[in-house]
């Protein structure tokens, strides 16, 4: 079995529900207190041995690619103005992992920018890690599915239980257990309505698979809107190749939503040294 080393990071989104603040500025980059989303995501995936990171990107989104290249001119003037530490933490930055940027060219769903990736990921397993998707865990979600990956030798997706009358803002899953976390999916239903779902277990924003998956993925027909979703390809995956879903431990934040993207910000500066305590006291003074 060959060792997943490559993610693919669709960024091609247009962030429309923060707008104005992503008018000019990729949603990818908008922070997670003062650490961009996307950079939490690949931490995340850097620390499960992931070695190259595909892009999906669209147009204005090459501030994404920036923040991960050096910035020589910011760099000396820390330098020279004795803020070693900064300089560090950028030159970390810039050198965590080799970045790929591919185009994609209209906005034709998640199972296309998938397919953009074919020619980089080649015949290797690979992650697909949805960046509005953050999720606190030791180790990381992307490790834990990586580890299923090894133990059962097919694709993984995250799953989380989630309320009955949510499951139509989810693609869900309809399985067999196998272990305390992981199942055999038999299929997959996209955004069902509570009377539809197979069960109260959705997917959410991680994904390891084979490269069989390009195959299915071609062989998808668009929707009614035009577009190839990633769910389809996934539901011949699990028909003819096996597919499992692991129900990850940590928690989950959609930053795509405004309450999540708050919520996330503020669990995250209350664990942060420095910074928890103080948020803490004033948080206690608030009249909530």
Not at 2 to 27: D, E, Y
Not at 141 to 154: F, K, M
Not at 200 to 225: K, M, N, Q
């Amino acid at each position: 079995m060959r060792p997943v080393r490559k993610a693919v990071i669709p960024v091609a989104g247009l962030g429309t529900r923060f707008l104005p603040a992503t008018k000019a500025v990729p949603k990818e980059l908008l922070p997670i207190v003062d650490v961009p989303a996307i950079q939490v995501v690949i931490e995340e995936a850097v620390a499960a041995g992931i070695e190259e990171v595909i892009l999906v990107t669209g147009r204005g989104k090459g501030a994404i690619m920036d923040h991960f290249d050096h910035s020589y001119e910011l760099e000396d003037t820390l330098k020279r103005r004795g803020k070693h530490a900064e300089r560090i933490e950028l030159e970390r930055i810039s050198d965590m992992v080799r970045a790929v940027a591919i185009r994609q060219k209209a906005a034709l769903g998640l199972g296309h920018a998938v397919l953009c990736a074919r020619a980089a990921i080649g015949d290797e397993p690979f992650v697909v890690i949805l960046p509005d998707d953050i999720i606190d865990a030791d180790p990381g979600v992307t490790a834990q599915l990586i580890s299923q990956y090894e133990r059962y030798g097919a694709g993984v997706l995250a799953t989380m239980e989630v309320p009955l009358d949510k499951t139509s803002m989810y693609g869900v899953i309809s399985g067999a257990p196998m272990s305390e976390r992981a199942w055999r999916i038999n299929t997959l239903v996209e955004k069902p309505e509570p009377d539809d779902a197979p069960s109260c277990f959705a997917v959410i924003g991680r994904y390891v698979l084979p490269p069989e998956i390009f195959a299915h993925l071609e062989a998808t027909e668009p929707d009614d809107s035009g577009e190839i979703q990633l769910t389809d390809g996934l539901r011949r995956l699990a028909a003819d190749d096996g597919l499992l879903g692991y129900e990850f431990e940590g928690r989950h934040y959609d930053i795509a939503d405004r309450l999540g993207f708050l919520k996330a910000n503020l669990e995250y500066a209350l664990k942060r040294e420095g910074l928890g305590t103080e948020l803490r006291d004033y948080l206690r003074t608030l009249s909530l």
